[in-house]
């Protein structure tokens, strides 16, 4: 496939980009505040102006930041917690060479103990994406009100205190990839030269690395939370990070691309085996009561078509992508029945793309590939640019995250903070010999080399972009590791957390993960100690 063409696949299963770049951004929604009101004096005001361009580089960096304190209720706790936005410099693990200036907001709650309380990182994928849509959109104390699958929300989003907070279970720093937000490289090297898999997984391992050394934290039990490219970043990041003798508590995957090689929506449509997205269709086609039934159940009757993508779906992709048979009408009226997209479509494409499903299943309109249960008119506003759940929402974020800094964590900046770059055209996507980046080894190696190291994979069933069924299969090639993941689905898109009753239930699980995770990473702590 031609560059220019490969670049505008990716773009479509970019996590939480602007729409310049037919990409997404992403939300969430709830409560109220309990912060005293009022903006606070600037506790930092950074002189540095900072620049996203793929050349750009600092000439030197300095590791300062603004620190405020604040105050939330959780579960009907109050808890003071302690807010820190700033810069880092990343270190080489090698000669320990200053790398890039990379900014982070970190939220930690006061008066635990660090040895045992946890710390989880947080990133979004794009490749290019600021951490911004993690940030104000999921766990974080405040959150933007998306009220989605609203198409047409209150604007604009209010910023909330978030009652699903992580904070009730782990300090959360969240950290902007070089050439996003308001991080840079340092000279001699520029912004580019982390636009990699590899690249940028070594500068995420120097980063925490230099977290933790900040703030003696190194006792603390580390997660991972990365979100779309994400996810695949967290894969080669964990091995790397337990290669270095950080050990990793666990590992949070939100919307998985773990195998680009595997999602048939980076490829020219037609041309792949489109079985990990089935489930999804069924799913969308359920919401807009289109099967036949509409399921009273809807986790048993994904549970089915699991079983109908595997074992008729599948076989007969297979046959008509190696040699070109045509698959049966007794499978083409079940696919009508168990999708509602009608026979037509998978005649004239029968391993169906994400795109096409878009715009075919209710004629007229335009469905959302990060949420496809918003579906709009064809030639509306929402429908311009191709997903109206990204249009819908795009925007918002960036002008919250530049309030945010200033008003509430008393950072200033001369520079306009990054929500997406064009990291995504530059990006060296080889990793491991193949020219698309597979990642599943690479979680597979950093779970040998740290026997308790737990993995918790969650997905929307309505997100067309990185099918929960595809990371499924994705992950069925570990069996012997099976049962150290926890594997989730929601109703909801590719932001899960978006949707306010699926953020709940995701928050429980969650809970439960961190529960556990950090439990086994005590007891490898003590044996280490006895040893």
């Known amino acids: 496939m031609h560059r220019s063409s490969f670049i505008r696949r990716l773009s479509g299963l970019a996590s939480c980009l602007v729409v310049s770049l037919l990409l997404s951004s992403c939300g969430g929604g709830g409560g109220g505040s309990n912060d005293s009101g009022g903006s606070p004096p600037l506790a930092y005001d950074d002189p540095v102006t900072y620049s996203t361009s793929p050349n750009a580089s600092l000439a030197s960096a ?55 309380r946890p710390v989880t990182v947080f990133y979004n994928g ?61 000279a001699p090297q520029s912004n580019r030269s982390f636009w990699g898999v590899d690249a940028d997984a070594d500068l995420f391992r120097d980063a925490i690395r230099r977290w933790q050394a900040l703030n003696s934290r190194s006792a603390s039990p580390l997660f991972l939370f990365g979100e779309s490219y994400g996810t695949l970043r967290s894969a080669v990041l964990a091995e790397r990070l337990e290669s270095a003798g950080v050990a990793v508590a666990g590992v949070i995957l939100q919307s998985s691309i773990l195998n680009y090689n595997s999602n048939c929506g980076v490829f020219s449509p037609g041309t792949v085996d489109c079985t990990g997205y089935l489930p999804s269709y069924s799913a969308v086609g359920a919401w807009f009561s289109l099967t036949t039934p509409v399921p009273d159940d809807l986790g048993a009757f994904l549970g089915e078509m699991r079983d109908f993508a595997e074992t008729s779906y599948h076989p007969a992709v297979v046959d008509w992508l190696t040699a070109g048979t045509p698959p049966t009408s007794e499978l083409l009226n079940s696919l009508q029945t168990n999708t509602g997209e009608a026979v037509s479509q998978w005649q004239a494409q029968f391993s169906l793309g994400p795109d096409l499903f878009q715009r075919t299943l209710k004629p007229g309109e335009i469905t959302g590939r990060y949420d496809a249960r918003m579906a709009v008119p064809n030639g509306s506003p929402l429908a311009r640019e191709g997903d109206p759940s990204s249009t ?88 012997d590791l099976a049962s150290r993941f926890t594997v989730r689905a929601y109703l909801g898109g590719h932001m899960t957390y978006l949707d306010d009753g699926s953020r709940a239930v995701e928050k429980a699980d969650l809970a439960a993960f961190y529960q556990a995770a950090a439990a086994a990473a005590a007891r490898a702590a003590r044996r280490g100690a006895a040893r």
């Open 392 to 479: 819908v929402i795009s925007g918002e974020f960036e002008t919250a995250i530049n309030d945010y800094l200033p008003a509430v964590l008393g950072y200033g900046t001369r520079s306009h903070y990054v929500t997406v770059s064009d990291a995504i055209s530059y990006w060296d996507f080889g990793h491991d010999g193949q020219e698309l980046p597979d990642a599943v080894p690479d979680l597979a190696a950093a779970m040998a080399i740290n026997p308790d190291l737990k993995v918790l994979s969650v997905a929307g069933v309505d997100d067309l972009a990185t099918p929960f069924y595809q990371t499924e299969r994705d992950l069925a090639r570990l069996p």
């Open 62 to 116: 300095t590791e300062a930041s603004a620190v405020t304190h604040h105050q939330i209720t959780l579960g009907g706790r109050a808890l003071a917690y302690t807010a820190t936005a700033g810069h880092l410099t990343a270190h080489a693990l090698v000669g320990d060479a200053p790398l890039a200036s990379l900014f982070y907001v970190a939220y930690t709650l006061d008066g635990a103990n660090p040895a045992t």
């Open 126 to 186: 794009g490749p290019g994406s600021a951490s911004v849509w993690l940030h104000l959109g999921s766990f974080g104390p405040k959150r933007l009100a998306t009220g989605a699958p609203s198409t047409s929300p209150t604007r604009p989003f209010p910023l909330v205190d978030n009652a699903e907070s992580l904070l009730d279970e782990s300090d959360l720093v969240f950290i902007d990839a070089v050439g996003t937000g308001l991080s840079e490289a340092i």
